[in-house]
């Protein structure tokens, strides 16, 4: 229990349709990060929120967006979804940013996003 | 840009042996290596880390090795048990945190 829940678990979406992921973190956690994972690879940085404001991007495009609360949780967005979308996308948390001062993230579960 | 390599995608052991599994990093920018292990239908959960200013840290029976000048890092697993047996991933961060593509391991009773 890691104290970070995801929503949907999972999800099947059209190709061309926009997909809202939320993600709700530990209380206390200032740090948001996104991730990518498709089958038989690691997670895939998607990009990373402090304190309500992004600070560190990976290489995805703009219609892969985000925003992050004052109450902890977040969202990933997507636009114009793609059949290579479709993945399991997590969630992580920490109090600081990740691996500042030994600081470790916490996963959610992740949503597993399907694009037909 | 692929900045954490794990170059192994599965290993097997028996219990009772060591699990050694191997990480390279290309950023000399991190400084700080983690180990997580993932089951399915889980999220990854974190296992154990290291600074980079040192070059070994021990937690029970997990141990993670640091060389710098090599940028590779280790994790040993002895003895292995069979509830040892997931996947798992080599995370690396500076301002942000990247993930290697994960080893699979099977430990066999």
């Known amino acids: 229990e890691t104290g970070v829940t995801q929503s949907p678990t999972h999800l099947i979406k059209t190709r061309g349709q926009q997909v809202t992921l939320r993600c709700s973190s530990q209380?206390?956690?200032?740090?948001v990060s996104w991730y990518q994972q498709a089958l038989g690879q690691g997670p895939q940085f998607i990009f990373q929120?402090?304190?309500?404001?992004?600070?560190g991007r990976g290489n995805f495009p703009p219609r892969f967006s985000g925003l992050q609360f004052p109450n902890y949780s977040s969202e990933l967005n997507v636009n114009a979804l793609e059949l290579d979308d479709s993945a399991l996308y997590l969630c992580a948390s920490s109090r600081l940013l990740p691996g500042r001062g030994g600081t470790e993230a916490f996963f959610g579960q992740g949503t597993r996003l399907t694009v037909v | 840009d692929q900045q954490v390599k794990q170059n192994s995608p599965s290993l097997s052991v028996q219990e009772g042996r060591i699990s050694i599994l191997n990480c390279d990093y290309t950023n000399s920018m991190f400084d700080y290596f983690l180990w997580y292990k993932k089951y399915p239908a889980e999220g990854p959960t974190f296992l154990i880390s290291?600074?980079?200013?040192?070059d070994k840290n021990e937690d029970g029976r997990f141990t993670v090795f640091l060389n710098k000048s090599a940028k590779h890092l280790s994790l040993h697993i002895v003895p292995s048990q069979p509830g040892d047996s997931a996947v798992y991933f080599c995370a690396a961060s500076a301002d942000d945190m990247r993930f290697g593509a994960g080893t699979r391991l099977t430990v066999k009773p």
């Open positions: 929120y402090y304190r309500e404001e992004e600070n």
């Open positions: 209380s206390g956690h200032n740090t």
């Open positions: 290291i600074s980079s200013i040192k």
